[in-house]
C-alpha cells in the first residue's frame, strides 16, 4: 500500500454544497477502490491523503489531478504505508474554517489565505501533522 498526500488550489468557488457533493462521488467512488483518506479544505486550499492500493490510489490521484476544480497541484509526500491511518474513512472530511483556531495544533496562516504551488512546496510536514491530528487509529 501507499499513500499519497498533496495540497491544491480551488480555481472555482466551493460553497458547503458544492463540497458536499464532491465528497459524495469521492466517498462512493473511493468505497468502490478500497481507497480511504482525509480531504482538508480551509480558504481555497485543499490537502488530502489518500492511501491504499499502489495502483488503485496512483490512478485515482491522476484523475483527481486533471480535474479542473482545483490546480496548483503539488504532490507532499508518497510513500509506502504498512497500516492506513484512516482505515474507517473511504474520505473523511474537515472544513477547517468552522474549527476554533485554537483547537488546531500548529495552526498556521496558510490556513487563512490562498496559497501559491510554490508556497505549498514549504509547508509539507506542517500539513502532514495537520492530517495527523484527525487520524482515527
Ligand atoms: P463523473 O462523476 O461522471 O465526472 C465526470 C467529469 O466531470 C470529471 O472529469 C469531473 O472532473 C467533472 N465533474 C464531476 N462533477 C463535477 C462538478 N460538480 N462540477 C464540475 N465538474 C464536475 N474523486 C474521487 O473519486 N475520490 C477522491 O478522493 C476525490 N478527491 C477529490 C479532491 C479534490 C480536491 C477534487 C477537486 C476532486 C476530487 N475528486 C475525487 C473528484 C475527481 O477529481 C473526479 O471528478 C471524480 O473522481 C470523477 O468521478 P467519475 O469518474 O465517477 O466521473
Known amino acids: 500500500m501507499i499513500r499519497i498526500i498533496y495540497a491544491s488550489s480551488a ?24 481507497v480511504s483518506g482525509l480531504l482538508l479544505y480551509a480558504k481555497g486550499n485543499f490537502f488530502q491523503i489518500l492511501e491504499g492500493d499502489e495502483q488503485k490510489v496512483d490512478v485515482l490521484f491522476n484523475k483527481i489531478e486533471q480535474d479542473d476544480r482545483h490546480g496548483s497541484v503539488v504532490v507532499l509526500d ?28 500548529g495552526y498556521n496562516d496558510f490556513l ?11 509547508i509539507g510536514d506542517e500539513v502532514i501533522s495537520l492530517i495527523n491530528q484527525f487520524r482515527t487509529i
Open 112 to 122: 487563512d489565505r490562498k496559497l501559491t504551488a510554490e508556497e505549498f512546496g514549504d
Open 78 to 105: 508518497r510513500a509506502e504505508i504498512s497500516k492506513r491511518a484512516f482505515p474507517n474513512w473511504s474520505m473523511g472530511f474537515r472544513n477547517l474554517e468552522s474549527f476554533d483556531k485554537s483547537q488546531i495544533r
Open 11 to 34: 480555481t472555482v468557488e466551493f460553497t458547503e454544497s458544492k463540497l458536499m457533493q464532491l465528497l459524495g462521488k469521492a466517498r462512493q467512488n473511493n468505497g468502490e477502490l478500497d
